[in-house]
């Protein structure tokens, strides 16, 4: 079944709230592809509480984005249940889903010519009606939001025209103007530079919300998330603290690769440092 299935309005009984405690929980969701031939998530069951910064973590190819997107609605699952602040989410609307949950990606391309304030504003869509014009208060989230990633400048710019990194925070507002109570993230620091990558995620983490977010890199892993989800070839392996997960037994395990783990002396958080083969052999 594509998404394209889903529920069209919200099943009758099902009260969508988006003030009180949010979480995303998954149990037992198996993904395939190629009408089931290839399954990429075998049974993995994640939980995200209210206000935890959650990272998934693992080699390319591992399943972590496949799992954000069944989360997101963009792919289906073979088996398994989605929750989101404890409703099914197969019981929601797209519109409903996307009030209490907003997606940041690490690809973002229009086919059309859009300025930064437009694209801002498209988060704002699942609280209009159909062909309901922004007002005033959208006006004040959209800027606000702009505010929130220090882009207020680029309002009129087009969007096509900023760099990558520049785009990411576009994005991220646009999320931000959603003003969902979950947030996920979906490997959204892959290919920006060192600086737009702390930026990105500290205006995230700094919003308190709950997120879920696939990473790559492990030291953001340990710097940012509360706890961590480890997968190996569509299985969560490991789980728990950055402190007591990311290991260089795990990293020899799971990615293949020699390290140093240690503790920073000015930060107190996890520090990895990896030995390139040729210092390897040298051993």
Known sequence: MSV??????TKPGVHVNTNGPSSIKAEDVTISVNKGKKTIVHEAG??????????????????KSTLLKTIYRTMSRDSGVIEINGILLDDLSLRDSALMMSVVTQHNYYNFEFNVEDVVAMGRTPHKRSMELDNSEDDRIIRESLEKVNMTEFAKR???SLSGGEQQRIILARALAQQTPCMVLDEPTNHLDIKYQLEVLDIVKAQKCTTICALHDLNLAAQYCDRVYVLQDGRIVREGKPMDVINEEMIATIYGVKSSVSVHPKTGQLNVVYFPAYIQNQE
């Not at 394209?4 to 309005?9: E, G, S, Y």
């Not at 935890?52 to 973590?57: D, K, M, P, R, W």
């Open 46 to 63: 994640i939980r995200v509480d209210d206000g935890e910064f959650v990272g998934l973590i693992g080699p390319n190819g591992s399943g």
């Open 158 to 160: 087009s969007f096509s």
């Open 4 to 9: 394209l299935d889903k529920p069209i309005i």
